[in-house]
Each structure stands twice: as C-alpha cells, then as structure tokens.
C-alpha cells in the first residue's frame, strides 16, 4: 500500500515534469446527438477561429474520430495545449430506419447506418489514446443510460480523469441537477454549445481535471 | 378506458424467450467466450438476465461486438442493456467490504444484467429505483 502511495506520487511529479508543453489528448465521448461535435466546434472556434467537424440534428453525423491539433486554450492567463478529439457518439443499437424520419434516402440511411456502426468501433478504440475526457451528455435526456455508464467505467478503469458536461441546458427541458445525481463522484458542468452558455466555468473545470493527469 | 379495450392496444408481441444465466456459467470462462455466449444467446432472440456484470472492458467489447454483427447479420439492429447494481451509495467502507467480497467470488453476484435484442426491446428504461423493459409490438 504504502510503495503503492509512493510509486503513484513520483509518477504524479515526474508526468508533470516531462508534460511540458506536450499537447493534451482531449477527448469528447457521449451517446450520439448530446452535442460533441457543437461544444469541440465552440472550443475550437474560441481559440483557433476554426471548427472541428460538422454538425446535423440527425443522430450519428460524426461517423469518423475528427482532430483538431495544437488548440490552446488560454484561461485567465494560464495556457494549455491541446489535441481535441471528437468521437461519434456510442450507441449500442443502430437502425437505418431511425434516419429515414429525417427525410433521408434509404440508401442514404443504410449507408449512414454502416458508417455509424464503425464510428462507434472506433471510438471505443481510441479510449486507450486519451489524457483527458469530457463526456457530453443531452441534458434534457435521461442520465441512467447504460452507455454512459460503460464509457465512465471504461474511464475509470484506464485512470483517465473524467468532467461530465451537462448540454443544452439553455433547453427548458434540462436538468442538469438530475445528471449531478446521476453521477454524484464526478465534475458536472453545465453548459449550452449552441449559445455559448457557461463556457467560462466549462473551460475552468478543464485546466481543474487537467491537474488530475 | 375499459378493460376490454386496454387489451385490445397490447396487441401482439413478437415471438422471444426470457433466459437466466447464473453467474457460474460464464465465471471460468474468458472475456471473448463470454461475449459470445451472451451474443449467442441474444442472437437467438432471446431477452438475457444475467447474474452479475460484466467488467468496464468487457461491456465496451460487447457493445463494438454488437456494431460488427448489425454490419454482417441480416435484421440484426443491436442490443439494449442495463445494469442493475446496487453500488451507488456504499459509502468507503462499504466498497472496500464489497470489493473484497467480489475479488473471492470472481464477480459482483449483487448486480444483475439485462441484455435484450433491439427488434424485442425497443427501450430499458432506467432511475435509481425502478427499471422498465419496453418491448417493440
């Protein structure tokens, strides 16, 4: 136990130390249309004027893990680098016919739906690759979501520091306390990626969870 | 409204079988062997309660699992799963005394895992107190 403490704290101080001005591995997981890609955009845009992928009201629009590199985010004078990752969103069933109520093609849909399915393979693959995580969850949906669960358990078992982002909570039908309730060990910040809402303490909680690295 | 016509909006459901799978089943067995087992059991459109969960890793696994099937299983759209377990509020002592339960058991027999095709179940529905299975008609 006590070689366990030791080990943990020089591998704490010496992290930090070769860390440097390495970038950070910033992922953005989360069950598909809770608004990933809307808060990297939002992220992205604030500090490289740039966006990171497209976003659709029609579920599962990020189909491939996106990257933007080298975003810093410069917080009331302290900076940070990071590599953002955006994941498409997990989920454990996909139906083409779910796309077809949005006025897509069938063929479209059932291309979308192969495509959804591989995305979320590949996000699932990428949890190994990341320093840090923002779940973004649709805050005005229901948190008991077994896909949430698993992705922080996943977090959890590889040691990677978790903020949980309550979305769209500019929404009258957000509950952003029912997410805290839901998730009670964890940071919850909630935020709307649309009109920009709370991002201030959204990007405070990050450099808080960074230290956790 | 009626009994009568409460009835008649059941309408009738698909054909499926509930099966129960006690944690001594899949103990021995590796993480591969006991997704295929589960899958196995899904794929037979069968609604699987399972004694125990399966580890962080394993539920990840099955999910990516389960997206490589709906490419190459015909009518296959996915699964829905839940997890019941108790372990919200077991305070620090309570972890530690249920970890090492867990740890000489081989899993955490407390927990219980639902696991139903998409075509049967349409949605589990979840709070802290209660679980709904919504099935498709």
Redesign the interface.
């Given at each position: 136990m006590v070689i366990k403490v030791v080990k943990n704290f020089f591998s704490r101080i010496f992290s930090g130390m070769f860390r440097g001005n390495r970038e950070l591995r910033l992922g953005f997981y989360g069950p598909p249309n809770a608004g990933k890609t809307s808060l990297a955009n939002r992220v992205c845009k604030d500090f490289t004027g740039e966006e990171i992928g497209t976003v659709s009201k029609i579920p599962h629009e990020t189909r491939n893990v996106q990257f933007k590199e080298k975003v810093e985010i410069d917080y009331k004078g302290k900076k940070l680098m990071f590599k953002m990752i955006d994941t498409p969103g997990i989920a454990t069933k996909i139906d083409y016919e779910e796309f077809l109520k949005y006025k897509v093609k069938k063929k479209d849909a059932k291309k979308r739906a192969k495509e959804a399915t591989q995305g979320v393979i590949e996000a699932i693959k990428w949890l190994d690759d990341m320093d840090m995580v923002v779940i973004v969850l649709d805050a005005t949906e229901n948190p008991y979501n077994q896909v949430n669960i698993t992705i922080i358990g996943n977090l959890v078992a590889r040691k990677i520091p978790i903020l949980i982002v309550a979305n769209k909570a500019d929404l009258g039908k957000a509950d952003v306390k029912k997410i805290e309730s839901a998730f009670p060990e964890y940071d919850v910040v909630g935020i709307s990626a649309k009109t920009g809402k709370n991002m201030e303490e959204f990007y405070e909680s990050v450099f808080k969870i960074s230290k956790k690295i | 409204m009626s009994q009568k016509s409460k009835v008649k909006h059941l309408g009738k459901l698909k054909g499926f079988s509930i099966q129960f799978l006690p944690f001594s089943e899949i103990k021995d067995l590796d993480s591969d062997e006991r997704i295929k087992k589960i899958l196995n059991i899904v794929l037979g459109n069968n609604i699987l309660i399972q004694q125990g969960k399966l580890?962080?890793?394993e539920?990840?696994?099955l999910?990516?699992d389960?997206?490589?099937m709906?490419?190459h299983i015909k009518g296959f759209?996915?699964?829905?799963?839940?997890?019941i377990d108790n372990g919200?509020n077991d305070g620090i002592w309570g972890k530690f005394k249920k970890n090492i339960a867990n740890t000489i058991i081989g899993g955490n027999l407390g927990a219980i895992t639902i696991i139903g095709p998409?075509t049967i179940v349409k949605e589990?529905?979840?709070?802290?107190k209660k679980i709904e299975l919504l099935l498709n008609r």
């Open positions: - | 580890k962080a890793e539920e990840a696994r999910i990516g389960t997206m490589a709906i490419d759209q996915g699964v829905e799963l839940a997890v919200g998409a589990i529905k979840r709070n802290p």
